[in-house]
Each structure stands twice: as structure tokens, then as C-alpha cells.
């Protein structure tokens, strides 16, 4: 079994860039063009790890220490995170916290290192982003309470081994409830339209781009890097509730939950093919929207 | 009724040219009087600019422009040093009257937002107006911005770099958290002195400097220039001239707009549109490019005439692409109206209101998305224009729907306009020799170019050269426009108010 995680640990940090390929792919079609290759985010990431890095007067150690803690707290989360029905590489009661605010210290350390630059862009996109975060955070505790509650478990491996077809028979509607929450948790941490737009040029609009518009060189390829990460890990979750397939065979559970990774990046592309992105004042709806639909399910599991 | 505007000023229609001592020369009092009751009786500030006299002075020539009865008016004065303001009782001459004074170094007294507009040395005195406060050289944007104190107020600068392949401009932004108190913007960047550089002409090289006034207006500018000239040397131009001239330039509308529209898009995130928008601006440019071989119309509009004719199976072929790229546009554009989400970031973002619009005098699309009907095809026709009209679209909510909007309504009236001159193009000469420019005149010169109205007036001397040349683009009307509508907006929607103004900065600085 451990080897199974550890396999899984490695399919997610080889695979991770490959969703961000695909969305890309996806809205390209969608617009009627070719597109970039689906590797091309690979490119991206080892054309900048050769590049040298360019640092402003202005800043600080803070500016340097953001990318590495960054993606050094990513990796720690791939490991508590579970895949395709197995249990992760480290799986203790009360682990869901940790998971929480190592996602938590990413956004710290990005914000911090955005505020250390002093530009005003980088400020405001370092106050949109704490502002949405604070109503992302009771949305991804409630799904996760409400998880807790269903399973009976603290651990977030046991909680979504404890997720199957029979659960979803009996508990339907929650299960829903927390899979639109968890979708809109997904689109928002990962700076998707409605949330947010990746490929703006606009500073003035963007809220994660604007902060790491200094970085450059083998810093952004961490940053970058670290962003596939958490799309995966934010879709590892979400897969995991709705795709809740067990074969009995674990070879067979990981391509299934591969296939779903690659199906929610399609899914993504085809959201951010289909509406535009949200007034920036309006944010705020949707997420404390996110939280409500999880606060529902976590009513109807106490029930 | 309103009163016809103005007694005391000369009334000509668009088109003809006045003896230059015709237009009556009057007093300081008399010629603010004449401007700024022109203005209140409904008359708009087409143009109001300097040209040096013999005696050191400086003569201010301002043309009111009167919707209503289709007549200009000018009038005239002489200043030295400095003259009363008129800016303060007529709003319309603040961006004139901040050209003459960084041009001429002559000082509106009263003027409240005296800043330089391009931030060159005056071509006069050697010294500029804003010594000795400002000593040397003006640097762009280095100048007293407005700014606001205060808790939680912060102040952010974009550009002149900026993010997209765009043309360079500053804005200076006051804002209180996401909102914006206000929006200063600094120009000039891009002044390449073309007025002063078509002085003495015309010569073979004017024609070039018209169509780069503003790369994306050269039909349009290059049609005012020439008609201007033919103005001044009573020539007639062919019906077939002026029929490919009007189709050329409602051609140049339709692929702005159409661009313009996928930007929108593009802005708020929403890719179909974008994405198709973009492909077919490029099959509007290439109707233009069968005409005469450059996307942009360069070569096409010469004094005279058109530089190129087109042949019967030519015009079967552009009818033919012109049916495909506007069934292709219809079908992008009307996702944009269907899908909710790109309305509920197009309506209530960046709103002008007609009150604004009227009192600032702005031109185009800008100002019919006011509800306003301003439209020189419409109220000072010219060339085809007088026997084909468009009818004028307007919408009235004043935001960035209603600019969108009357973008695609001007889309459907210019395709059906091109369709028809093209079914009905009249056989005949395209091109015919005109003669010298007659001495000691001024004519005026309006066109309806894609982004509004552009204003063209020159003046010959003694020898019927150019003593004089002023080009008036519509983007000298609109950037104060487009910082007011940002008012108050979030400062997240900057971009997409912009880009629904999507106003020229070379036009600008010339």
C-alpha cells in the first residue's frame, strides 16, 4: 500500500503541469484555434529553470523565501493528500488542518513577497487575494467537517477512502452540495474564471498573476510549478467525492482517477470557454455561496 | 427651435472654403461671447487653435460646429500673452485651451487644470507657459498630478509601458481601496510634430503623414485631408471617388468595431468572442487590402480622387467575403448579448452621462451610446454621404454596453451601406488632377471616422501653401470622457471601460 502512495506522490508531481496543458488545449479548441502543445507547460518550466533570475533594489530576503517556502509547502501537502481511492504518504487524525494551512502558508508567503516589492499592482492583487481567501477557507472546513461527520474519521485518507457508491446512494444530495462547493473552492484557489482570468494581460484585474509579476527566472518555474501542484491537489479532493469508483484493483482505481483529473481539466477549459469572468465585486458572492452550500451539507450529514 | 447660433461669427457649410480676412476678426470679449453662446445655443467646439501672425501675436481661429442646421461658424481673435479663459464657462475649450498654451506660450488666465497636453518646448517665445514653476525641459507626465489624502487612499500608476501591445500613455489613478476617486491621464508620449511638419506644404509626402496620423484611421484622415484640399482648389471630386471613399471608410469601421468588440470580449475573459473577433477584423482589413492592396487603405484616398479602381468580378468578390465575414460576426457578436455573465459586466460599468457627454463635447460612438445623436454623416455629409444615408445609432444607457452596442448596430448599418454603393457603383473616372490651392483661405474638413468625428481645418497663405494645418482626431474630444467614466468605477474595471473608448494616443499626440 505504501508503495501504491508513494507511486501516487510521484504520478502527481510528474502529471500536475500536464492539467494545466490541457486546459489550455481545451479553451483553444473551444476558440477554434490549434493551440499550445499540452507539454508546453514542461517547456515553460525547465526554459525558465535555465534562466537567471532578476531581482528588484527594493526588495528583500522575504521576496527571495516566497517561491522556495511556497512550493516546499505544496510538496508537504501532495504527501497528506489521497489518490484514487488509496491512502496518502502520511495520513494522521486531525491532518485535514495541516492540509489547510499549508495551503494557508502558501498564500502567506506569496502575499508577503508580492507586499515586499512595493508596487502598487502587486499590493492590490495581494489584498484581492487575502480577501477571497478568508471566504474560501470556511467553505473547504465545512466540506471537510462535513466529511468528517459522513466518515467519522479526522484523517483526510481515511475520510475519502470512506467516500464509495453506496455512501452517494445514501447520502446523495450532501454529496452534491459538496461537490459544487468543492468545485467553486477548486476555480477559486486556482485563479480560475469566474475567480479570477490566467490568461489577462491587465494588471489592473488580476489577483494571483499581479502577484508574481516581479518574480522571475528558476523562482517563477517554483511558483508556476507549485500552482499546477494545487490544481491537482484541489482536484485530487474534488475527483475523490465525485469519482468514488473502487474496482479492486489498484492500478485500475489510479488510471480511473487519472482519467477524472484529466476529465476535470476538460471541464475547467469548457467553464472558462463558456462565461466571462465575474465583476470583481461580485466574488465575494460566489465564495460565501461556496461556504453556504457546504454549511448545507455539513446540515443535512448532522441531521 | 433653437436659435441659429451665432450672428457675429462666419457661417459656412462643411466643405466650402472663407477668405481668411472673412472670418470676422473680433475683440477678446467679443469672440468668448460669440464662442461661448454659440456653445450654450447647441453649437459643439469642433475646433479652437492658434496660428502665429505677422505681428508676434498669436491668432486664435475657433469653428463651431452646429448639428442642427449643418452650418460651421468661425470666428477670431488675436492674443499675446494671455486672455481670460474660456474653459471655465465653456467646459468643450479645456483640452484646446491647454494645446494653445503649451503650444503658443500664451496663458488662459482662470484656466482650473492648466497642464501641458503633449509636454514639448513652445513653438513660440522659446519659454513655456509653465516657467518658471517648471524650469527646462518638460519631461512627458512629469507635472503637478491631482491627488487625494487620506486613510486607506492609494494612488496607482500604470504605464506609459504597459502589459499589451498597446500604444504608450500614463494614468494616474486615486483610489480608495478598489474604487477610483480619480483618473488623471498624462499624454504626448508619441508627439511627432506632424502639424508643424505639413507647414509650407502640400508637398508628395502629406498624403503619408495623413494616413499615419493614426495607423488605424488612415482612410479616414487621409479622406478629411484630401477633401480639405479640394476644398481650397475648387475641385470636384468623381462620383466613383467618392463612392469608393465612403465604402473604404465604413470598410475601416466595420473591422475596428468588429476588433473592438473582441477585445471587449477578451477583457471581461470571455474567449468565443474574442477569439472570432479577431480572425474576422483581419477579413474586413483584407476586403480593404482587394481594394487597393494595404489592409490599412494606404494608397487609396489621394487628393483628386481614389489611387485605386476596382474592376466587376472585383466587386463580385467583395461582396461575396463581405456577405461571409458578417454572417461570421453576427454569429460571434450575438454570443456576446446572449450570455448573462458578459452583460452583467458590460451594463452599469463606466457610465457616461448625456449631461457629461454634451457639457465635455464628445464625438462617436462614445457619445451616441449616450443617446446622443452625433454623427458628421449624418449632420455635416460630405462626398456620398449626402446621397446615401446612414441612419445615426444610438443607444442611451451611457456605459459600456451601450458603447459595445452601438458598435454592432454600426456594424449592420455600415455592411448594408457597403453592400449597396457596391451594387450601385457609378461608372466613370476614379481619379482626376487637381489644381493649385487658391491663396489666403481656410477651409474646414469633417469626416465620421470609425472612433468619431475628425476635424481637419487648414489655411493657405499668399502663395496657397500651407501657412497653417490643424487635425483634431476624436480622441482630442474623448480622454477626458474616458477618465470621468471611470469615476467612482472599481479600478478592475479600468481595462474593459478603455477598451470601450479604445481611443488613439499617436491621433492624440500627433
Known sequence: MALVSALHTLLALVLAPLLVGVINRTKAIVAGRVGQPVRQPYADLWKLLQKGAVYSRTTTWVFRTGPVVGLAAVLVAVALVPFGGAPALLAFPGDLVLFAYLLGLVRFFTVIAALDTGSSFEGMGASREVTFAALVEPALFLGLATLARCTGTLSISAMFSGITLRGWGQGGPAFALLAAAFLIVFLAENARIPVDDPTTHLELTMIHEVMVLDHSGPDFAFILYSSALKLWLLGALLIGIIFPLRSGQLWLNSIVAVAGMVGLAILTGLIESCMARLRLVRVPQLLVGASVLAALALVLVLR | ????????????????????????????????????????????????????????????????????????????????????????????????????????????????????????????????????????????????????????????????????????????????????????????????????????????????????????????????????????????????????????????????????????????????????????????????????????????????????????????????????????????????????????????????????????????????????????????????????????????????????????????????????????????????????????????????????????????????????YKVIDPSFHNWMGLALAQRNQQISDFPLCNKSFNLSYCGHDL
Open chain 2, 1 to 468: 427651435m433653437k436659435q441659429i447660433p451665432t450672428p457675429t461669427g462666419l457661417s459656412i457649410h462643411h466643405g466650402e472654403t472663407a477668405l481668411l480676412q472673412a472670418v470676422p476678426h473680433l475683440s477678446m470679449a467679443e469672440f468668448r461671447e460669440a464662442v461661448i453662446t454659440s456653445v450654450e445655443q447647441g453649437g459643439r467646439l469642433a475646433a479652437l487653435f492658434g496660428r502665429p501672425c505677422e505681428t508676434g501675436a498669436v491668432q486664435l481661429i475657433a469653428v463651431v460646429a452646429s448639428g442642427e442646421t449643418g452650418m460651421l461658424s468661425l470666428v477670431s481673435t488675436a492674443v499675446t500673452d494671455a486672455y481670460p479663459a474660456l474653459t471655465p464657462e465653456c467646459p468643450q475649450a479645456h483640452w484646446f485651451e491647454r494645446e494653445i498654451a503649451e503650444q503658443w506660450s500664451v496663458r488662459p488666465e482662470g484656466h482650473p487644470w492648466l497642464k501641458p497636453v503633449r509636454f514639448h518646448a513652445a513653438y513660440r517665445h522659446g519659454q513655456h507657459v509653465w516657467s518658471p514653476a517648471q524650469d527646462g525641459e518638460l519631461l512627458p507626465s512629469v507635472t503637478n498630478f491631482f491627488r487625494v489624502a487620506g486613510e486607506e487612499v492609494h494612488e496607482v500608476a500604470v504605464g506609459p509601458v504597459h502589459a499589451g501591445i498597446i500604444e504608450p500613455g500614463h494614468f494616474r489613478f486615486q483610489c480608495h481601496g478598489e474604487q477610483v476617486l480619480h483618473l488623471e491621464i498624462s499624454l504626448g508620449y508619441q508627439h511627432r510634430g506632424v502639424e508643424r511638419a505639413l507647414v509650407g506644404g502640400p508637398t508628395k509626402r502629406t498624403v503619408h503623414y495623413m494616413e499615419t496620423l493614426a495607423g488605424d484611421t488612415s482612410v479616414g484622415h487621409a479622406t478629411a485631408y484630401c477633401q480639405a484640399l479640394e476644398a481650397l482648389a475648387e475641385y470636384g471630386v468623381p462620383a466613383r471617388a467618392q463612392t469608393l471613399r465612403g465604402i473604404t471608410l465604413e470598410l475601416e469601421r466595420l473591422a475596428n468595431h468588429t476588433g473592438d468588440l473582441g477585445a471587449l470580449a477578451g477583457d471581461v475573459g470571455y474567449l468565443p468572442t474574442a477569439a472570432y473577433c479577431g480572425r474576422i477584423r483581419g477579413d474586413f482589413l483584407n476586403l480593404t487590402a482587394l481594394i487597393c492592396g494595404s489592409r490599412f487603405g494606404r494608397g487609396l484616398v489621394r487628393p483628386g480622387g481614389v489611387g485605386f479602381d476596382v474592376d466587376r468580378s472585383r466587386i463580385s468578390q467583395l461582396v461575396e467575403r463581405l456577405e461571409r465575414a458578417l454572417s461570421d460576426v453576427a454569429s460571434a457578436v450575438s454570443l456576446l448579448w446572449d450570455t448573462p455573465s458578459v452583460l452583467a459586466r458590460f451594463e452599469e460599468t463606466g457610465t457616461v452621462s448625456r449631461e457629461t457627454c454634451e457639457t465635455l463635447g464628445l464625438v462617436g460612438p462614445a457619445a451616441r451610446a449616450c443617446g446622443v445623436e452625433r454623427d458628421v454623416r449624418h449632420e455635416f455629409p460630405s462626398g456620398i454621404f449626402r446621397f446615401a444615408h446612414i441612419p445615426v445609432s444610438t443607444w442611451h444607457t451611457g456605459d459600456v454596453f451601450a458603447r459595445a452596442y452601438v458598435r454592432w448596430l454600426e456594424i449592420q448599418r455600415s455592411a448594408a451601406f457597403v453592400r449597396e454603393q457596391l451594387a450601385v457603383l457609378s461608372d466613370g473616372p476614379s481619379r482626376g488632377e487637381l489644381g493649385a490651392l487658391s491663396p489666403d483661405r481656410v477651409a474646414v474638413s469633417l469626416v465620421e471616422g470609425w472612433r468619431g468625428e475628425i476635424c481637419h481645418v487648414a489655411v493657405t497663405d499668399t502663395q496657397g501653401q500651407l501657412s497653417a
